[in-house]
Nanobody, 120 residues
Framework: QVQLVESGGGLVQSGGSLRLSCAAS????????MGWFRQAPGKEREFVAG???????VFSDSVKGRFTISRDNAQNTGYLQMNSLKPEDTAVYYC??????????????WGQGTQVTVSS
């Protein structure tokens, strides 16, 4: 029904920026919330940001003020703009579609992830 593919990850220096994209297929995307999660080696997957179908947004405290989330339903694409990156932001970032929640269990559809590495 919905398939997601992340892109835009890479290596960036501390203080730099990256823009992640999440390309979606499926005609129900516009009525689903989109979330971004991240997972570092040896750590649990954590919520980063979410955006509802009506464009409400929510962010984790660790990224609030640094990251922004957006979506372009006409393009079937979601975005995560990451500014002022810190080494602790290093992780595999996943986009997801589902409910407007902070918990991963609320999201039915997931991308395969894109690596973000922030050097000191």
């Amino acid at each position: 029904q919905v398939q997601l593919v992340e892109s835009g990850g890479g290596l960036v220096q501390s203080g730099g920026s990256l823009r992640l994209s999440c390309a979606a297929s499926g005609r129900t995307f516009s009525r689903l919330s989109m979330g971004w999660f991240r997972q570092a080696p040896g750590k649990e997957r954590e919520f980063v940001a979410g955006i509802s179908w009506s464009f409400n947004t929510v962010f984790s405290d660790s990224v609030k003020g640094r990251f922004t989330i957006s979506r372009d339903n006409a393009q079937n694409t979601g975005y995560l703009q990451m500014n002022s990156l810190k080494p602790e932001d290093t992780a595999v970032y996943y986009c997801a579609a589902g409910a407007y929640r902070r918990d991963a269990a609320a999201y039915e559809y997931w991308g395969q992830g894109t690596q973000v590495t922030v050097s000191s």
